[in-house]
């Protein structure tokens, strides 16, 4: 069965500063890869996603991923860090398996930006 | 589109009453999930369906769950009796994922904040 580990519970920033945040998955073929977001009080959003191809995917807000097979990760990234940046990140692997269609959350990582 | 439509938005209730929580996906999509996110299990799926049949309902903790999904543009899932351990936030999710892909977005509906006293 396919599982997704966010090591970081919490992470703490500086606007204006970087950040990556870690995913680790398992999955024995090739994954689909998401990061979603969710902001206090609402539903998750898509951030980026990846499933084939070139393994560094740009995705909405600034936000990129890179896929490293080897190391089994789907780190996120942004270069500078906004304020409106505070929420809970979610990376999820998923499988497909005849009509079975299904993803694997991670357990979050809350993102506090300092200003 | 309005998006993934769930009412109520919150809802307050005794241990041992009935809940329903509804959901309207998108229209067009095919798959509609339900999840249940709380602070120490994270975000759980419990059930979803592939053009309104159920395909995998193993995540549904116990048989005081159920879940329907009588036409493309509804779904309810449903706590009865209903308990304390049930509080939580329900989320409803609809995409179109085709014959073969799962490439394509899950969208999320705004949730429901579920309190059983």
């Known amino acids: 069965a396919q599982s997704v580990t966010q090591p970081d519970i919490h992470i703490t920033v500086s606007e204006g500063a970087s950040l990556e945040l870690r995913c680790n998955y398992s999955?024995?073929?090739?994954?689909?890869l998401f990061w979603y977001v969710q902001s206090p009080g609402q539903g998750l959003q898509l951030l980026l996603k990846?499933?084939?191809?070139?393994?560094l995917v740009q995705g909405i807000k600034g936000f990129e991923a890179e896929f490293k097979r080897s190391q089994s990760s789907f780190n996120l990234r942004k270069p500078s860090v906004h304020w409106s940046d505070a929420a809970e990140y979610f990376c999820a692997v998923g499988f497909v398996s005849g009509s079975a269609r299904q993803l694997t959350f991670g357990s979050g990582t809350q993102l506090t930006v300092l200003p | 589109d309005a998006g993934v439509i769930q009412s109520p938005r919150h809802e307050v209730t005794e241990m041992g009453q009935e809940v329903t929580l509804r959901c309207k996906p998108i229209?067009?999509?095919?798959?509609l999930f339900w999840y249940r996110q709380t602070m120490m299990r994270g975000l759980e799926l419990l059930i979803y369906f592939n053009n309104n049949v159920p395909i995998d309902d193993s995540g549904m903790p116990e048989d005081r769950f159920s879940a329907k999904m009588p036409n493309a543009s509804f779904s309810t899932l449903k706590i009865q009796p209903s308990e304390p351990r049930d509080s939580a936030v329900y989320f409803c999710a609809s995409t179109l994922f085709g014959p073969e892909s799962l490439s394509n977005e899950q969208f999320f509906g705004p949730g429901t904040r579920l309190t059983v006293l």
């Open positions: 999955y024995g073929a090739t994954p689909y």
């Open positions: 990846y499933f084939s191809g070139d393994t």
């Open positions: 229209s067009g999509h095919d798959y």
